[in-house]
């Protein structure tokens, strides 16, 4: 079992930036592949990006290629996703979550950390 922490929400102006960090506890998270998810009240949990166990192999939603990255550290269990040139629309609950088959569905994913607020101000 693993336990998902994210952290480095808030609120910035359009076109700022955000660094989230998801932090795992309980086993090592280089045994995971791990998605960034966000969701809008009302709306399903959209995939943003998702990256392999050693970071070779990642995945991107058009809605934020060129504009986020993700990145991990497995020596410090921490997946990283780094927000830049943000938009009023990027305004959501981010989620990360780890999984065992490198995926864009949500039902892939086994473990979720609790969300971390972003705001993005017009």
Known sequence: QVQLEESGGGLVQAGGSLRLSCVASGRP???YVVGWFRQVPGKERDILSAISRS??????????????????DNGKNTVYLQMNSQRPEDT??????????????QSQYIHWGQGTQVTISS
């Open 29 to 31: 998270f280089g045994a």
């Open 92 to 105: 959501a609950v981010y989620y990360c979550a780890a999984g065992t088959t490198l995926g864009y569905s």
């Open 55 to 72: 970071g070779s192999t990642i995945y991107y939603a058009d809605s934020v290629k060129g504009r986020f990255t993700i990145s991990r």
